[in-house]
T-cell receptor, first 113, second 114 residues
Framework: GQQLNQSPQSMFIQEGEDVSMNCTSSSIFNTWLWYKQDPGEGPVLLIALYKAGELTSNGRLTAQFGITRKDSFLNISASIPSDVGIYFCAGRAGGTSYGKLTFGQGTILTVHP | DGGITQSPKYLFRKEGQNVTLSCEQNLNHDAMYWYRQDPGQGLRLIYYSQIVNDFQKGDIAEGYSVSREKKESFPLTVTSAQKNPTAFYLC?????????????FGPGTRLTVL
């Protein structure tokens, strides 16, 4: 099946720092989604991207749909302690069943006050 | 409030027993999904259903079964044939209108098989 490579696997940062993470795929994707998961909870959708080159913001979060359609990036500016959690990218490859997503392995973010 | 509910939050079962996890949504979504999450791994698709009375196997369907008799409900049964059932199970739903693929998740059920 499709595979997504998400990096980094984990990040340890100080409060106030900016964060960047990315996902790459071996095939072209039509959709990129970014989720955040708190411990013991279900993932929450942060940003959805549907067009190559699209840049979308949600508060301090900004995500981009790569121009090659094989990657996506998520940036968090001025991190705060509540940003702690696991961030997942997800995407739908061209030719797959409608709605069927592939998920990255996640980036574990730790923010030190 | 509209949303997805999963029950129970924690479930313990003895090895060899079947167990059914509940998933209900009142978002009027057509499609529903079941994922399994293991520590340090992403979400892996077990089964999905795009319409009532129809469902398809995902990437790791062996040892699991589902039904979709109502639009609002998509229960997952973990059978005794599942070799390593202890995991965090997540249900999701989506409304495939236009080009949107956004899936919305429930709070999850943590299953522990003793």
């Amino acid at each position: 099946g499709q595979q997504l490579n998400q990096s980094p696997q984990s990040m340890f940062i100080q409060e106030g720092e900016d964060v960047s993470m990315n996902c790459t795929s071996s095939s072209i994707f039509n959709t990129w989604l970014w989720y955040k998961q708190d411990p013991g909870e279900g993932p929450v959708l942060l940003i959805a991207l549907y067009k190559a080159g699209e840049l979308t913001s949600n508060g301090r979060l900004t995500a981009q749909f790569g121009i090659t359609r094989k990657d996506s990036f998520l940036n968090i500016s001025a991190s705060i302690p509540s940003d702690v959690g696991i961030y997942f990218c997800a995407g739908r490859a061209g030719g797959t069943s409608y709605g069927k997503l592939t998920f990255g392995q996640g980036t574990i973010l730790t923010v030190h006050p | 409030d509209g949303g997805i509910t999963q029950s129970p939050k924690y479930l313990f079962r003895k090895e060899g027993q079947n167990v059914t996890l509940s998933c209900e949504q009142n978002l009027n979504h057509d499609a529903m999904y079941w994922y399994r999450q293991d520590p340090g791994q992403g979400l892996r698709l077990i089964y999905y259903s795009q319409i009532v009375n129809d469902f398809q196997k995902g990437d790791i369907a062996e040892g699991y079964s589902v039904s979709r008799e109502k639009k609002e409900s998509f229960p997952l049964t973990v059978t005794s044939a599942q070799k390593n059932p202890t995991a965090f199970y997540l249900c999701a739903s989506s409304s495939p209108s236009g080009a949107r693929n956004e899936q919305f998740f429930g709070p999850g059920t943590r299953l522990t098989v003793l």
